[in-house]
Structures are given as C-alpha cells and as structure tokens.
C-alpha cells in the first residue's frame, strides 16, 4: 500500500467559526489562529453583517464580542438564543471585562463558555473544541476512515483494507483519539489527560509502550508509520505518510 500527501483524505470537513468582533486587529489575530488550527473561519465586524452571515450559512460555532458599534455582544447572544432555527448554534463569548457579573449575564444570555482578553489562540482553540465536543455527540458514532483503516465506534472494531486488527483496548481507545484528532502533535502528557483521563496516574512512558503496540498491530498493512513520533513534542496521526 502506498500512502501519498496527493491522496489524502480528509476525515471530515473542517468545522466553521464565524468571528464577530468589529476590531480588526484582534479579529485578524483570532482568524489566524483559527485557520491554522485547521478552522475554517468567517468574519464579520457587527452585529448586522453576523446575521447575513447566518442567514447565508450557519457555522458550527460562533465567537462573540462583548462590545460591537450596533449592539451589546449579550444582546445579540440573547437575540441567537431566542431564534429557534439558531438558538443550538454554540456560541462563546468575548470580552475584556474579566468582572465576575459579566460572566454570569453572558452565560445567563445563552452563551456556552466565556473567555477574557488577553487570550492565547491557543487557549481559544481548547475552548472551541470543549464546546463543539459538548454540542455535537453524533461525531461519536460515524465511522473514521483514513486510506482504507476504518475504526468504527459503535461495533468498536477496526479494520485495515477490510481485514479484522486485533487492538488492546487501551490501543483501541488511542487509535480512537488518533483517527478524531489528525494531524496534530500531542504531548505525552496531552495524550494521558485524553485518552486515560486526568485522575488517573500514569507514566508518562507507559504511553511509549501503548504506541509501540499499537504500531505492532497496525505493522503489517502499512497503518504504522500513521502513527510519527516527533521528537521533542510528543506524537501525531499523519494522515499522510512521508
Ligand atoms: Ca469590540
């Protein structure tokens, strides 16, 4: 099997953030970071060009400024919230404010989390994905396919180029968290906190000897040079193999 960068498939397409926040130095900032965590991003610089935005397309999640030149970023959230063709749209609030009270009218006004400027795009990203993988459970159960190895999550089985491969459950459980998240480089620490869950002590090393296991099993049909190691961070699912 040949894996190469001109066949590689995407696992699903990427989710769309519509970014309303009427100062363009910040929104070029979230927008950038957004795009680079693979996003894909839409602008709007108030409150009226966000809902032709909607009108046009409704994104997977929307940030919101808590200050815009034609209404409060609460009033536009309570206005979301109130529409019943939009009122699941997931919705995280922007703000300088780091007041207690403005927290709680922003959440009590329908948003689903909250962050406070300065952020790191970084940070912005991991609240992203907390509220997406809150709001869209149906991921769980399609079944990841890349270049022929399929995990499927509800038989809880996968296979290479139809073929049955024999995983641990611990590997299962990596495989799993590999397939949902490509291309991306997590730290051992990363991969314990996800895959084992943060209460449960584990060395860090014992994520080695998982990875080599599940390399073990996906040997013979090619699958394991998938799973990279790189060196000084930690390790990532390549969708391609180089
Ligand atoms: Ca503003």
């Given amino acids: 099997m040949t ?65 815009l030149p034609d209404m409060s970023g609460l009033e536009f959230t309570r206005q979301i919230k109130r529409d019943p063709n ?3 749209l997931p919705l995280i609030m922007l703000t300088a404010r780091a007041e207690e009270t403005d927290k709680v009218a922003g959440l009590e006004g329908g948003a689903d989390d909250y962050i406070t400027k300065p952020f790191s795009p970084r940070e912005l990203v991991a609240r992203i994905n907390a509220v997406l993988r809150r709001s869209d459970p149906q991921v769980e159960g399609e079944v990841l396919n890349f270049e022929g190895l399929q995990l499927d999550p509800v038989a809880h089985r996968v296979l290479a180029h139809e073929k049955p491969v024999t995983l641990g459950p611990t590997e299962y459980r990596m495989l799993e968290f590999f397939m949902t998240h490509p291309d991306r480089v997590y730290s051992r620490e990363q991969l314990l906190d996800r895959i084992w869950g943060g209460n449960v002590y584990v060395e860090e090393r014992t994520i080695d000897v998982h990875i080599r296991r599940l390399r073990k099993a996906l040997e013979e049909f090619g699958y394991d040079r998938m799973v990279q190691t790189v060196r000084g961070a930690g390790y990532r699912f390549s969708t391609r193999v180089e």
């Fill in 3 to 67: 894996v190469t960068r001109s066949t590689r498939l995407p696992l699903m397409a990427a989710k769309q953030i519509l970014v309303l926040e009427d100062e363009k130095p910040i929104r070029d900032m979230i927008a950038f970071g957004l795009r680079r965590a693979g996003f894909d991003v839409r602008e709007a610089e108030d409150a009226r060009t966000a809902r032709a935005a909607l009108a046009d397309k409704r994104p997977d999640l929307m940030l919101v400024d808590w200050m």
């Fill in 86 to 88: 939009l009122r699941d």
